[in-house]
Structure formats: structure tokens, C-alpha cells
């Protein structure tokens, strides 16, 4: 992925926030958010383009387009700097708190000299904040409840962020003479939503070049402790990283262990003793008094290690002290759905509403992936942002019918299927954006709660399983409608979701935004005791973000999920029959189901 055009993305959304907060026009702050996310989901490295290309870029204009050649020449914008020089970092730091605008943050800074989030914590426990116009005691409360919700991320981050950081890491490793061999460990490894921090692991028999090598990379901020064995440092962005080098006949024994969990490895640990074996990140060893004592059985791979101790090896999604260990004795491993059991992405925009790309890159980008089928799924007329309307949507499906006859465009061999959707709202009483007759028309639509996040939880439970009712409603989107960090999941009665979900036909999404990986893992294991199905999804608003199923794999994964449990991995024609929601149409005219294959 294109680093430079995250780092734009990054600095144009500073300087439109920076704008908001000076009270800078509505309007142009946000005419730079929109190009920031532009930018950001671009698929072309922004530093190769000239004036006239980065103009091509949707919503980029004459002027931004100056400030990101001036980045890329400078590697800084005069104008940001300008801004950013007349507010405290303190300041800019208060506008990540969710449910607190530019506005606010300034008037805390400007009348109560605020200029740290402690500082604003301390303010509120005092009650100064009331005392403000267009401040309460309700505004205190959710300010405080924001600052909760910022602290409860702490100090992690998403896995996306790791991910891409990681693998940059990794490839920069993989470079440097004598590598045997490279990889990230721990939770990114595990594929948790969210890192603590990362972990590389290196084999080679001379440490010292990788080490020299970490610490030289441009990201590099802050290095925390530099040694023989590890190195650790953070990020300019403030994330740590550890880069621990092993020789490489230790390399299974030091995967296994610096993958983790920590539970998982108390209980291998645990196996080992009971085998009178010792266990460590140097290898497995023959324990106890005798001549063979503290004399070195295996460790070059973590096969080997696992099979040892009379275990199969072990997907790092499972270890996590979940059973997998009493399972992997038992021989009863799930087969984990994969990255490349997935046939078909069921939940896409285009720029016909938000998406950034148009139906025909989305098509290529996709076809490029190999999938079967792929659908588009664009937002219903309720978002009124996004403007859509019948005629519209009329015309994507004849565009679409079109392009289904090229299959696939250019690649001919590739006969990937398009199937057309869309993303219907969940009103607040539970109803959707179109009449049965006009929904009947499309192959499947995602239904997902985008706005009265705050009803009541019997509310919210009855408006979500009436979806779930609805005939022509195949998949719900993001179901808990939770920003990781951000905004938490609604109050909902996930149990009675589920057994709704079940009893309908309604598939539940994975969606692999890394923001949202919604639902959870504990929610999907929890779910799919009720026989609910799933369908790991991207949610792409870029051609870029197709790529995200890769995280909705990983928690399905973590949630023991195996291929048949996922609705996208099943032939198109098994997938047609289940979106025919044969239980709840008896009687209703559709589309013939099938009809195309
Ligand atoms: P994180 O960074 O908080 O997202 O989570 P991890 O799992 O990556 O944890 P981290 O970075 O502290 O350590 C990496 C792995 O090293 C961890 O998963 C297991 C192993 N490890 C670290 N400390 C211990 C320990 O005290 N005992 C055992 N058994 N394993 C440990
Ligand atoms: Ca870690
Ligand atoms: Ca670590
Ligand atoms: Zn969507």
C-alpha cells in the first residue's frame, strides 16, 4: 500500500480539523476531509503523479493538489504549518476525543486554558465545565464518557495500522544479508483487533545488521533498549516494536513462544512438565535428573515443537487458551475457514455513494483477486447524504447486467459473477428504505443500523430482529454498529439477534474493517451456537480496502469458524438458494432464483 498517500491522508485531515478549530470556514475544512479519504484510498502512489494527475484524484482541486506536491518535495506544508504553530499539541490532541467537536475544544482552551486531555479531566471533576456557554452537566457527562471510551483502546492500536507497519518491517528484514528467516509474531500474529505492540521475529546467525537495519528505518522514532538479542523502539506515530534476532535452529521453539498468548504457552509449558520435557523460547529439552538432562530434543519448527508434545500444530488464531489445546489432543482442530476459501465479497460501494471508485475499477480490482462472484452494494435513499435514489440505483443494475455478460471484463478466463445489492438502513422502528416489490429486484441486500445508535436496548432488539423479518433482508451489516476505540457496540439483546438470525435465513457480517471487525470474535462464537451463518465481508469504499476480508477471516478464525459456517465461500448456486429466504417468502412473487447461473 501507498505510504505517502496515508501520510497525506493523515496530514490534510490534521489541517482540516485545525481549520475547524481556528472557527475556519465549515465548508472548506470539510472540502480537505474529503480529499484527505480520497487520498487516502487512492490507488496510485500520490508522490509519482504530477499537478494535472493528483487533479484526477475525486474532490482534489488546484489548491491541495499544491499542498501534496509541496509535501512530497518538502515533506512539509507551509499552510499546516502555519496552523499548527498558532494551537498547543495538547489541544489537537482533545479533538480525538469522541463526542467532542473542534468548537468545543477550542472555547476549553480558550477560556479555561485546557490543553491536555488529564487537564480537561481534571476540569470536569472540578465542575468547571458547566460554567461555559453551551456547556452542562449532560455535555460533562459525555465528554467523560468519551475519555473513557479513548482510554478503553489505551494505548493499542488497530490491527490495520500493525499489520501494514509490520509487513513494511518484514520486507525491509528479508533484505538485509544473512536473513533466514522473517515474520511477525504475537497478537498481530494471533490476529487480535486490536495490538499492544509488535513483535518481529528474525532468524540468522549474526544479529547485529538487522538490529543496525531497525533502528535506521525512517519510521523510526525513539529507540527504547538496543542489544545483542532485542531491540525495541517507537514509532514517530508512537507504536512499539520489538525486533528480537534467534539462531535459526532455535526458530520454532521462539515462534511458538513470542506468538503467544501468554495462556496458550503456560498450558504447552504445563504439557511439557508433565512429559518431563522443559520448554522455553530456546527450544523443548529434556527436563529431570538423568544423563539426558538439559540436553536440546527440538526446535527448528513449530511443527516439530507441537508434535512433541503430542499436538497437531496449532493455527495462532486458536492460541488463546480456548480449548485448543484439549482439542489438538483429542485430534478435534477445527478446519479453519482461509483467506482463500472465500469465493465472492458481498458488501461494496462505489462512488455512486460513498466509495471512492467507480463500478468498473471496483469490478477489475475484484476479478483481480479471483473471486467467483462479487456484489455491489451500494446505500439506500434513507442516508440522505449519500443522495441515492431509484433511478440511480436502476441504472447501476442495467450497468451492472451489462458488465455480468463481459465476465469479468478483460479476463475472460475468470467468469466472476456479479450479483447486485444494496445496503438498505434499519429505521428506528425497524423498517427498510424500499417496498418489498422494488427490493425483490435485487440479488441480495445488507440491511445495518446507521443512525438511533441510542434507543432503548428492548427497542433496539425488536427494531434489529424485524430486519432480520424482513423477506428480502439477507445479511446483517455490521450488527453492533461499534468503531473500535470510538463508538461502542449498541445495547442489544445479542442472543435474541442470533436466534432470529437462525430462525430467518439472515446471514450475520463479519465486517473486516479493521475500525469495525464486527461482529467480535466472542460474539461469533457466541452466535454460531445458535446455527447462525455468516458472511465475511470488506464493506470497500475503495478498491483498496477489498483487501480487509483478510481481517474478517482472521476473527472468524478466532471464533473456530470453519468454510461451510460462511455464506461466501459456498458455490454461487448454494449461496442463491440461501439468499431466496425460502422461509419467509411463501407466496411472494421474486426474481427465479438461479435463473442466471
Ligand atoms: P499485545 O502486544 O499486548 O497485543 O499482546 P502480545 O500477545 O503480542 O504480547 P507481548 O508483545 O507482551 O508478548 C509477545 C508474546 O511473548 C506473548 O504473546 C507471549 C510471549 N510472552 C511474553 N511475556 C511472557 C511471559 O511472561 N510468559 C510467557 N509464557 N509468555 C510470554
Ligand atoms: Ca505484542
Ligand atoms: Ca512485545
Ligand atoms: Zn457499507
Known amino acids: ?21 481556528t472557527g475556519g470556514d465549515a465548508y472548506r475544512a470539510r472540502a480537505y476531509e474529503k480529499a484527505a479519504r480520497a487520498i487516502g484510498g487512492y490507488p496510485t502512489d500520490v508522490s509519482r503523479l504530477d499537478a494535472k494527475r493528483l487533479r484526477e484524484i475525486p474532490n482534489v482541486g488546484k489548491s491541495i493538489a499544491d499542498k501534496v506536491e509541496e509535501y512530497v518535495r518538502t515533506g512539509q506544508v507551509a499552510a499546516v504549518e502555519d496552523v ?22 477550542m472555547a476549553l482552551y480558550q477560556e479555561l486554558h485546557i490543553r491536555s486531555v488529564d487537564e480537561l479531566a481534571d476540569a470536569i471533576a472540578a465542575h468547571k465545565l458547566r460554567e461555559l456557554k453551551g456547556f452542562g452537566p449532560k455535555t460533562e457527562e459525555n465528554i467523560l464518557h468519551g475519555i473513557t471510551l479513548m482510554h478503553s483502546a489505551g494505548d493499542r492500536v488497530q490491527i490495520g495500522v500493525a499489520m501494514e507497519l509490520a509487513e513494511d518491517i518484514v520486507t525491509a528484514m528479508e533484505k538485509v544479508t544473512g536473513c533466514e528467516q522473517c515474520t511477525y509474531a504475537g497478537s498481530l500474529r494471533r490476529m487480535k483487533e486490536t495490538i499492544g505492540d509488535i513483535d518481529i521475529l528474525v532468524a540468522a546467525e549474526d544479529s547485529a545488521p538487522f538490529m543496525d537495519a531497525f533502528t535506521r528505518l525512517p519510521y523510526a522514532g525513539e529507540v527504547i533498549a538496543h542489544g545483542e538479542k532485542k ?25 511458538q513462544y513470542f506468538t503467544g498468548s501468554k495462556a496458550h504457552n503456560i498450558r504447552t509449558r504445563e504439557l511439557a512438565v508433565h512429559q518431563k520435557l522443559k520448554l522455553s523460547e530456546y527450544g523443548l529439552f529434556h527436563a529431570g535428573s538423568g544423563s539426558e538432562s538439559g540436553q536440546k530434543i527440538v526446535s527448528t519448527t513449530e511443527e516439530e515443537v507441537y508434535a512433541r ?23 478435534e482442530l477445527p478446519e479453519l475457514v482461509t483467506d482463500a476459501d472465500i469465493r465472492g465479497d458481498l458488501h461494496t460501494h462505489t462512488d455512486l ?13 475484484a476479478a483481480g483477486r479471483g473471486y467467483a462472484y462479487y456484489a455491489i452494494t451500494d446505500h439506500a435513499p434513507d442516508l440522505s447524504m449519500q443522495r441515492m435514489t431509484d433511478e440511480k440505483i436502476l441504472q447501476q443494475q442495467q450497468a451492472i447486467q451489462r458488465l455480468d455478460g463481459l465476465n469479468g471484463l478483460a479476463r475472460p478466463h475468470k467468469r466472476m459473477r456479479l450479483l447486485h445489492g444494496t445496503e438498505l438502513n434499519i429505521g428506528p422502528e425497524g423498517g427498510v428504505d424500499w417496498p418489498e416489490e422494488f427490493l425483490a429486484g435485487f440479488d441480495l441486500c445488507v440491511a445495518s443500523i446507521h443512525s438511533h445508535f441510542n434507543q432503548d436496548r428492548d427497542t433496539l432488539t425488536r427494531r434489529l430482529i424485524r430486519a432480520c423479518e424482513h423477506p428480502y433482508v439477507n445479511i446483517i451489516g455490521h450488527p453492533t454498529a461499534r468503531h473500535i476505540g470510538k463508538r461502542p457496540p449498541v445495547d442489544i439483546d445479542l442472543d435474541a439477534l442470533f436466534a432470529a438470525c437462525a430462525r430467518t435465513g439472515t446471514a450475520l457480517e463479519i465486517n473486516g474493517q479493521p475500525e ?8 461469533i462464537t457466541r452466535a454460531k451456537r445458535h446455527g447462525v451463518k455468516f458472511a465475511i465481508n470488506s464493506d470497500a469504499h475503495s478498491t483498496l480496502h477489498l483487501g480487509y476480508v483478510r481481517y474478517g477471516v482472521g476473527t472468524a478464525q478466532r471464533a473456530w469458524l470453519a468454510a461451510d459456517d460462511v455464506i461466501n465461500t459456498w458455490p454461487l448456486g448454494r449461496l442463491r438458494q440461501f439468499l431466496r429466504k425460502d422461509c419467509l417468502r411463501e407466496g411472494r412473487t421474486s426474481r427465479p432464483a438461479g435463473g442466471k447461473e
Request: hydrophobic fraction near 40%; charge should be negative; aromatic fraction near 2%.
Open 516 to 523: 469495525r471487525l464486527d461482529l467480535s470474535d466472542e460474539n
Open 231 to 255: 531491540t525495541s523502539l517507537r514509532t514517530h506515530r508512537g507504536l512499539s516494536v520489538d525486533l528480537r534476532v534467534v539462531p535459526p535452529d532455535s526458530w520454532g521453539a521462539a515462534l
Open 353 to 365: 455513494t460513498d466509495g471512492m471508485g467507480t463500478l468498473e475499477q471496483m469490478i477489475a480490482a
Open 84 to 105: 499548527r504553530a498558532q494551537i498547543p499539541a495538547g489541544v489537537r490532541e482533545l479533538i480525538a476525543i469522541p463526542t467532542l467537536g473542534p468548537k468545543k475544544a
Open 309 to 331: 508434545l503430542g499436538l497437531p500444530w496449532i493455527p495462532p488464531t486458536l492460541r488463546e487458551d480456548r480449548g485448543e489445546i484439549a482439542a489438538g489432543l483429542r485430534g
Open 1 to 21: 500500500m501507498a505510504r505517502p498517500n496515508k501520510e497525506v491522508e493523515a496530514l490534510l485531515q490534521e489541517y482540516a480539523d485545525l481549520v475547524s478549530i
